[in-house]
């Protein structure tokens, strides 16, 4: 008479999870996933955990787990119902039919992506490759024409004359706008009106006297300053003196936190 261990020849496999194991079953005994007979799928897995216990491998608590569930599921259809249940919180047949399908799909989902890693998703590197350089040249000893010399020393000035930027000084002027800042102009403000109740934003901001950029910048740093309620500004006419005064607020704001 043949043992269990003969008669069922299971092979112990890794499972990632009592799922992976289910699955594995359904596939080996090629059973439709759609149609599943869960009598027969609960006995094969404890089959499975039996021989599992016999080769001496840990059994982790998941497995146990879904083992007592599969077999309340199939407890429960074999006994009939005395009392019908108005609301049923037990996992049914239909739940852990429907978790091994979406373990599938993610599992087959989860085979592609490491196929298209192995592959490197479909991209090629260029294999290492020495790099080659000229030959040295070695002075023979020769003489040197000097007219030949002073042609190759014009020809060297004339690239390098030909690499300078012809635009270098707005390059400069640019650099030097951009250190102007919103937080700069607010803090020239406060400190004015820390001597002063008011300032007229022409008389220290004149357009005659200070870049357009630089008037720009202040102007702004006014209307931050305004938004706070740190000033009040006022301008009677267009084109007339900006008359800017502190408020009682004044004094409150961190200039550290200014963006800009």
């Known amino acids: 008479m043949l043992?269990?261990?003969?008669?069922?020849?299971?092979?112990?496999?890794?499972?990632?999870?009592?799922?992976?194991?289910?699955?594995?079953?359904?596939?080996?005994?090629?059973?439709?996933?759609?149609?599943?007979?869960?009598?027969?799928?609960?006995?094969?897995?404890?089959?499975?955990?039996?021989?599992?216990?016999?080769e001496n491998i840990e059994i982790t608590s998941e497995f146990v787990v879904t083992a007592s569930t599969l077999l309340d599921i199939k407890a429960?259809?074999?006994?009939?119902?005395?009392?019908?249940?108005?609301?049923?919180?037990?996992?049914?047949?239909?739940?852990?039919?429907?978790?091994?399908?979406?373990?599938?799909?993610?599992?087959?989902?989860?085979?592609?992506?490491?196929?298209?890693?192995?592959?490197?998703?479909?991209?090629?590197?260029?294999?290492?490759?020495?790099?080659?350089?000229?030959?040295?040249?070695v002075y023979s000893g020769e003489k040197i024409d000097i007219q030949e010399l002073y042609k190759t020393y014009d020809l060297i000035l004339f690239r390098n004359l030909n690499k300078i930027n012809k635009k270098s000084e707005e390059i400069k002027k640019i650099a030097i706008y951009e250190k102007i800042t919103v937080k700069d102009k607010v803090k020239q403000i406060v400190d004015y009106l820390g001597d002063n109740d008011s300032m007229i934003f022409n008389n220290v901001f004149d357009v005659e006297k200070l870049d357009n950029i630089e008037v720009v910048t202040a102007f702004l740093g006014m209307l931050e300053l305004s938004k706070l309620k740190e000033v009040d500004i006022e301008q009677r006419h267009l084109f007339s003196d900006i008359n800017i005064e502190k408020t009682e607020n004044f004094g409150n704001i961190d200039i550290s936190k200014i963006v800009g």
């Open 3 to 54: 043992n269990i261990k003969q008669k069922y020849n299971i092979v112990i496999n890794n499972f990632e999870g009592p799922l992976d194991l289910l699955l594995y079953l359904i596939t080996k005994n090629k059973m439709n996933i759609f149609d599943i007979s869960l009598n027969e799928l609960t006995d094969k897995y404890i089959e499975y955990l039996n021989q599992m216990n016999d």
């Open 76 to 137: 429960r259809k074999l006994l009939p119902e005395i009392e019908p249940k108005e609301e049923d919180e037990s996992v049914s047949e239909e739940d852990i039919i429907n978790k091994i399908i979406e373990y599938k799909k993610y599992k087959e989902i989860s085979s592609k992506i490491y196929e298209m890693y192995s592959n490197n998703f479909g991209s090629f590197v260029k294999p290492f490759s020495k790099i080659k350089y000229k030959e040295k040249r």
